[in-house]
């Protein structure tokens, strides 16, 4: 029970006080401190302090007296109580009025009055609660303790500390993901992802519940559909919060009403006890994603001597290799870029970027479980390597609405990230799984070279590519294409005439002049000026079917990216 000013004013040596304005909130205003002041204030006067003054230095001085008692005001105090005889005989009726407009309480003391006695019977008083608050506090730490130490889940250490704090909790990640769900209904965790989303929780802006009370320093108010929520950081060595506690205050609660010292202790209690549990989660958690990611990229390298081998570690964590698999790379192309446009929000990039993949693979693992499929993932090397169950006989139609499923719920999580994919074909075996993951390999690369950043290659849509790729092996054809592709290549760079592509355009509709012009939106006659400069530059004849698959060839293999390879 949190002592109020009205218990103050029941003390004997009070009863000759009289209470000048804000008589209807007298147990409304709560008493933490109480100290003797006089002019300046500044930022002396905490929140729910007493303040004693003689108002010195304010007699015959309304002006002064106002300025006083403003200050006071601001401050955020309980009440001002002013001796009256020496320095001031009354306090004015515009004062009082002010005070009336504001609901502060302003009390008229008696000059004999010590301030002394009054600071000893509030602080003996403030003493008893503190002294009832504290043991009551110590019995809660010593249970979160033993529930750490009894390896409690976060539900129970949830609920234990909802009881002791007659409210309801949220426990989340840096992010805003909430982190224990049982205790949550449906409806309240889709509410709180569209919160996310929009940008409500976690507040990064620094908005404290009260500037003048040092207790209440470490929360923040933060507002959601007509709810107040208390934000509390859960800290981790680098003093970087690793996850937040919100309050959800009771309707129609205030934040001076519900946060007694006793409920703020213990929110920091509980604060330190979820920040051991998720640190002890988290190495768990690492050291199993750890070896699971250098056990998948094993499989994925090859580097298993036997079946058996690697059916025995698969199966202490958790893996059964008997399944079909394919495997899918995936690439993330802008984290870098998005990272500089918003690095005033974040510490340091190694930490963001941590986050960003994590966030993918969880929306990834949330895919593979939609569609009732055994997943094994790793991130290495700067790519999503995946291993996804398929039925043989569609293996293809189930590895792209895995990815569409992915990439939607990607979209509304982060939908400026840019991810390009290859897909590998299923190959049998574990010994299949390192093949099909260099197939993947290949079909991003070509992916992005044909397509660009942000789309999907199939490995059995390459087979093209692939002959055009191994041709490239050769030294004599090399040569022939550097010697058919260069010329053109200095023209478009010099003049910026897109030669390239008007071949392209004119092979893909066979000749046809008058399509060409219209997918290129030229003229007839500029288009058949870019065809001549063609064949002047190459020497070659766009009417020999020879010189037309030869150039075809080089511009095909250009595109592929091998230009350097062939210079």
């Known amino acids: 029970m949190q002592h109020t000013v009205a218990d ?63 200050d006071i005001i601001d401050s955020e105090a309980s009440a001002l109580m002013i001796a009256l005889g020496r320095y001031i005989f009354d306090v004015p009726a515009e004062i009082i009025e002010m005070a009336e407009e504001k609901g502060f309480v302003i009390i008229e003391l008696p000059w004999e009055v010590r301030f002394s ?28 303790l033993k529930l750490i130490l009894d390896e409690a889940d976060l539900h129970q250490i949830s609920k234990y500390i909802q009881e002791k704090i007659d409210c309801r909790i949220i426990i989340t990640d840096s992010a805003g993901v909430i982190q224990e769900k049982r205790g949550h209904t449906p409806d309240f965790l889709r509410k709180w992802y569209e919160f996310v989303q929009a940008g409500n929780f976690p507040e990064r802006k620094e ?21 107040i929520f208390l934000q509390l950081p859960v800290l981790q060595v680098s003093a970087d919060p690793q996850g937040y506690l919100f309050v ?45 990611g250098d056990f998948v990229y094993e499989l994925a390298k090859g580097e298993f001597i036997s079946m058996d081998q690697a059916n025995s570690r698969s199966k202490l964590l958790g893996y059964n290799l008997n399944l079909p698999y394919v495997c899918i790379v995936g690439l993330p192309e802008n984290l870098e870029e998005l990272f500089e446009k918003r690095k005033q929000d974040y510490d340091a990039f190694p930490q963001w970027f941590k986050s960003m993949i994590h966030y993918i693979e969880e929306e990834i693992y949330y895919a593979a479980q939609s569609l009732k499929r055994e997943v094994m993932m790793t991130y290495q090397g700067g790519r999503l390597l995946i291993f996804l169950e398929i039925p043989c006989i569609t293996e293809f139609e189930t590895a792209l609405n895995f990815l569409d499923l992915a990439e939607r719920r990607l979209r509304n999580l982060l939908p400026e990230v840019v991810l390009s994919w290859g897909i590998g074909s299923h190959r049998e075996g574990y010994k299949g799984l390192a093949e099909s993951y260099q ?19 199939l490995y059995e849509d390459t087979r093209v590519d692939r002959i055009l790729l191994n041709l490239t092996q050769n030294d004599e054809l090399k040569k022939i294409i550097t010697a058919t592709i260069d010329p053109i290549l200095q ?21 046809n002049v008058s399509q060409t012009a219209r997918a290129l939106s030229l003229h007839r006659q500029s288009l058949l000026y870019r065809l001549r400069k063609i064949e002047s530059l190459t020497n070659l004849s766009l009417i020999d079917p020879d010189d037309l698959f030869l150039l075809d060839l080089s511009i095909k293999t250009w595109k592929l990216g091998v230009s350097e390879e062939l210079t």
């Open 8 to 70: 103050v004013l029941n003390y004997e040596i009070l009863k000759n006080a009289s209470v000048l304005s804000g008589k209807e909130v007298l147990s409304e205003r709560f008493v933490q401190w109480i100290s003797v002041i006089e002019m300046p204030v500044e930022n002396f006067v905490r929140k729910n302090e007493v303040v004693l003054t003689t108002a010195i230095g304010c007699s015959n001085d309304v002006e002064s007296l106002r300025s006083f008692v403003q």
């Open 117 to 144: 006695n009054i600071v000893e019977e509030v602080m003996s008083d403030l003493n008893d609660v503190q002294q009832k608050d504290r043991k009551k506090s110590e019995i809660v730490q010593q249970e979160l």
């Open 207 to 227: 908005k404290a519940v009260a500037d003048h009370d040092p207790m209440f320093q470490k929360f923040q108010i933060v507002e959601a559909e007509d709810r």
């Open 248 to 292: 959800l205050l009771p309707v129609e609660s205030t934040v001076s009403s519900y946060l007694t010292p006793y409920r703020v202790t213990v929110l920091e209690h509980a604060a330190t006890t979820i920040s051991l549990w998720i640190s002890r989660r988290n190495a768990i958690e690492e050291t199993k994603l750890s070896l699971r």
């Open 439 to 457: 197939n993947a390999n290949l079909a991003l690369d070509i992916g992005r070279r044909k397509k660009g950043k942000g789309n999907r290659m």
């Open 491 to 511: 023209y478009d760079q010099q003049r910026n005439m897109d030669l390239i592509n008007t071949f392209s355009a004119y092979n893909k509709y066979h000749g």
